[in-house]
């Protein structure tokens, strides 16, 4: 077999399987072996189940017309998977197991996925890294020394390794899109209510779950089969007039696309992070885009402490919840110390706190909005920073809270569009300086995936990435 099996797009090792040319247990074995090498080295992965991904695995057989029949993935546990342990990165879980998957998890099962574990996070998936005191740092693949970025940390570690071809992520204030450039992946957040919550939740204001993936074209095609209504839910996008797939190999048209290096957070912005901006920009316009610089209205609102009111509430109500499923109060000795401090902010204030800042976080994404009255898309940088070294943003320090300013001070581009719900992309468009992938943001109008899934296409097709992969995914 292929030493590089699993790094081929999962539509083609479905057509593989499908064809009889290779078994489903000979991918699910390949990928456990891969985990096995490397996970010592990148602790990507919080629980595997061999026993249970072979099984699933033989009972997938040649001509299975699913159309990612046999293929392995892997979920990050943030969502839950009937029969193994969901933790959130905390302990405040303990040992708890659900009886139940979420609606992705069965989403993926009907499309023929064999999920093999799950990946790791930061605890309640607050940070830009995944350094969970619980399960220990997952390492970028680029250069271990580094962080893999976050909350999907874990998830991108395994993909960019080639320890499965590709991984389910959810993104909160930018948790696909910043592993994704951290790794050298594509990264779509979905429009808000694109991918169903439940059957825990009806709705989310911030949070939407996707994949990352090494292709658009992936990208597209996972999206068409974690898209759509499911009965109870409170809020959904509008369907796409075509499958997203199709809408990925359509050429995009003559687009309006506005350039803003201005992040949410007022950060100092790594040359190369800038220079990645400017020369996607120029190749835009060498593509035929009318492209121009705009004038961010994010900059300077300083939104981070209404932001934190909105984003630490379900932190606290994961922690009130761990500790209701395993029979314990809340305390300081079960979570980290920047959930603890968040958990005391959300405790001083009042369910009408929470719905003003809500309130007033939508009436900055009225404002924010305006801007693709004029234009189609908006390109930023990914991150304003190369990828941090492991320890260097840390929620177990004596500031924690400290530490979460640093980390928006990382990752400024990203959360404006988890408050304003529009979908938003990262894709590698190039290689730094550091030997470290670097990767630009492009963010569309709402429910608007179609535009930006065609348009990454046709910057991947101009500029591909794929064969740009790290040693350890070809050691």
Request: aromatic share 6%; proline share 8%.
């Amino acid at each position: 077999m292929e030493t590089d099996l699993l790094l081929k797009p999962a539509t083609e090792l479905a057509e593989l399987v499908r064809d009889g040319e290779v078994t489903s247990r000979e991918l699910v074995e390949a990928s456990l072996e891969r985990i096995e090498a490397l996970e010592p080295e990148l602790n990507a992965f919080c629980h595997l189940d061999p026993e249970g991904a072979l099984a699933a695995a033989d009972g997938v057989g040649a001509g299975d017309s699913r159309p990612f029949a046999g293929v392995p993935i892997a979920i990050k546990d943030t969502v839950e998977v009937a029969g193994w342990p969901y933790t959130l990165g905390s302990d405040a879980f303990g040992d708890f197991v659900p009886g139940y998957d979420a609606f992705v998890v069965r989403r993926l099962r009907d499309a023929g996925f064999v999920a093999v574990g799950k990946t790791s996070l930061p605890e309640f998936g607050i940070l830009p890294v995944t350094e969970p005191r619980r399960f220990g740092p997952t390492r970028n693949p680029w250069d271990t020394e580094r962080t893999p970025g976050g909350s999907s940390g874990g998830a991108a570690a395994a993909v960019a390794a080639g320890m499965v071809p590709l991984a389910h992520g959810s993104d909160g204030g930018g948790s696909i899109r910043i592993p994704a450039a951290c790794c050298g992946l594509v990264g779509l957040k979905p429009a808000r209510g694109r991918v169903s919550r439940g059957p825990t939740q009806g709705d989310d204001f911030l949070v939407q779950d996707g994949v990352l993936t090494r292709t658009v074209a992936e990208s597209a095609n996972l999206l068409d089969v974690l898209a759509g209504y499911e009965p109870g839910d409170a809020s959904w996008a509008p369907p796409p007039s075509e499958p997203f797939a199709d809408s990925a190999r359509r050429e995009p048209g003559r687009l309006r696309i506005g350039v803003t290096t201005t992040g949410a957070v007022d950060a100092d912005l790594d040359p190369q992070c800038e220079r990645a901006a400017r020369d996607a920009a120029e190749l835009l316009a060498a593509l035929g885009h009318e492209v121009e610089e705009v004038e961010a209205p994010w900059g300077g609102q300083d939104l981070l402490r209404v932001f934190a009111v909105v984003f630490g509430t379900p932190v606290a109500m994961g922690l009130f919840f761990g500790a209701q499923l395993t029979g314990r109060e809340p305390s300081e000795e079960l979570v980290e110390p920047l959930t603890w401090t968040i958990w005391n902010g959300i405790q001083r204030r009042t369910p009408v706190d929470y719905l003003l800042a809500r309130t007033q976080l939508a009436n900055h994404a009225r404002a924010i909005m305006a801007l693709w009255e004029d234009h189609d898309v908006v390109l930023t940088p990914a991150l304003a920073q190369r990828p941090v070294r492991i320890g260097e943003i840390d929620s177990c320090s004596d500031d924690p809270w400290d530490d979460f300013r640093r980390s928006g001070k990382f990752t400024p581009y990203t959360a404006t569009f988890n408050v304003t719900g529009q979908p938003a992309i990262s894709v590698p468009l190039f290689h730094g300086e550091d030997g470290l992938p670097l990767a630009v943001q492009l963010a569309g109008r709402p429910a608007d995936e179609p535009t930006l899934l065609a348009l990454a296409a046709q910057l991947e097709a101009a500029r591909p990435w794929v064969e740009r992969r790290p040693a350890l995914a070809t050691a």
